[in-house]
């Protein structure tokens, strides 16, 4: 009801002739129009909480998505209904966040005048926590967009350097996942374990399946390092273990187009009387994507021959896509834990100083203690090391944008020239 009357009153004072501090145009364009012709820069700056490589990441999802939507709109098609279906509660978080940073701006005009002041300030308070609301959605959306999403993974941890202490790290390392796992209901379940009496274990084996898993863990491949002081000793060690994730797929669903194909009927030959040999029941298909072909010719009917190349041709084609899968895996796999050196880590956890540092993205966390033992403080070091990742992969995409627009302007003048 207040942003309303705050509206109608701006509408009234400053959509007016006599008093037109703002554009026509201004409702249908972005709020940063605005920003750039009159103090409202000051404005921008307080609220605004996108970097500028959101705002072009989210300026170019915007532009792509309404593109998607004229041409669903104009014609069936699966590749603009998979973009909508993937962008499409970034495109809105995107549009409320606007549409309130864009009422802030208007309710901040209201501001000067006096009989409207504190009603515009109380819709500006307001407004803030709903901008802060929706930048929090633009963030978990964008992580969405961009990272690799899976419900289904399989997680290992090996024992590398550092003999004992590197058994009881693994194992503490293992314990933690399990309570992490456990805490947002995913499913755990133990493939393989090589314990190494009842303090530590040589390498672990666990499927993990629950909503996004994959994106819970996958910041957690590659060599973690820990200083601290064994059981066994008075002196600090360091030891490593290697975290491996890779995602299990969960279907592979082989697809063949009819266009792909170069089916040919012939007479059958060898038994089956003078039906088969003179009538073309015979098939044979070409995979033309592959060059793989199957024949058929078990039957006497020519569809039902068809049918059986169809499957033969399918079984084919799956295994080509399971074994590209496996090789794939083990590449991973091989990246991941790298040589298991305690010069390799991404992640090193120093009891001494209490601190786990993740070196990587230069991120560093207090209370050791409390990550191994409490889930919210190991997802509160995903959100950080998330966010850094964040901001890196947008950088690169906003000088990908940039490099393409900059070529696409040379080549639009390069053609007016000619």
């Given at each position: 009801m207040i942003r309303r009357c705050c509206c109608s009153l701006y509408n009234k004072y400053y959509k007016s002739p006599s008093n037109r501090y703002l554009p026509n145009s201004f409702t249908k364009h972005h709020p940063l129009r605005y920003f750039s012709q009159s103090s409202p820069d000051v404005i921008l700056k307080k609220f605004d909480r996108l970097t500028p490589q959101q705002r072009l990441y989210l300026e170019t999802i915007k532009k792509d998505y309404d593109e998607a939507s004229l041409v669903r709109h104009i014609r069936h098609s699966q590749a603009s209904e998979r973009f909508i279906g993937k962008f499409s509660p970034l495109?809105?978080?995107?549009?409320?966040?606007?549409?309130?940073?864009?009422?802030?701006?208007?309710?901040?005009?209201?501001?000067?005048?006096?009989?409207?002041?504190?009603i515009a300030r109380a819709d500006i308070v307001s407004m803030e926590k709903t901008l802060q609301l929706s930048y929090n959605d633009i963030e978990c959306e964008i992580s969405e967009t961009l990272l690799p999403s899976g419900n289904n993974i399989y997680l290992e941890v090996r024992m590398a350097a550092g003999g004992l202490e590197s058994s009881v790290f693994t194992k503490d390392l293992l314990n933690m996942y399990e309570n992490i796992a456990t805490s947002r209901g995913f499913q755990w379940t133990v493939l393989e374990e090589d314990s190494r009496g009842d303090i530590g274990i040589g390498n672990a084996i666990v499927s993990i399946s629950g909503p996004d898993a994959l994106g819970i863990f996958q910041f957690e491949a590659g060599v973690h390092r820990v200083q601290r002081v064994p059981i066994n000793d008075t002196r600090v060690h360091t030891s490593t273990a290697v975290v491996l994730v890779t995602s299990k797929p969960d279907h592979i669903d082989i697809k063949i187009d009819e266009a792909d194909l170069d089916i040919t009927y012939m007479r059958a030959s060898g038994p089956g009387g003078q039906f088969v040999q003179r009538t073309n029941s015979k098939c044979r298909i070409v995979h033309k994507p592959t060059g793989i072909f199957v024949t058929n010719q078990t039957s006497r009917l020519a569809q039902d021959n068809k049918n059986e190349c169809l499957k033969k041709l399918a079984a084919i084609l799956l295994k080509r896509e399971?074994?590209?899968?496996?090789?794939?895996?083990?590449?991973?796999?091989?990246?991941?834990?790298?040589?298991?050196?305690?010069?390799?880590?991404?992640?090193?956890?120093?009891?001494?100083?209490?601190?786990?540092t993740d070196h990587r993205y230069k991120v560093e966390v207090s209370g050791i203690l409390d990550y191994f033992e409490d889930p919210d403080s190991f997802m509160e070091l995903h959100r950080r090391v998330t966010s850094v990742w964040q901001l890196q992969k947008l950088s690169e995409i906003a000088e990908e944008i940039t490099q393409s627009q900059d070529q696409s302007s040379t080549s639009s003048s390069s053609r007016r020239r000619n």
């Open positions: 495109y809105t978080a995107y549009k409320e966040y606007c549409n309130t940073l864009e009422s802030i701006v208007e309710c901040h005009e209201l501001m000067r005048e006096p009989e409207m002041e504190e399971l074994d590209e899968t496996m090789s794939s895996t083990e590449q991973t796999k091989k990246s991941q834990a790298m040589h298991g050196d305690r010069s390799d880590k991404i992640r090193t956890y120093n009891y001494k100083s209490g601190v786990i």
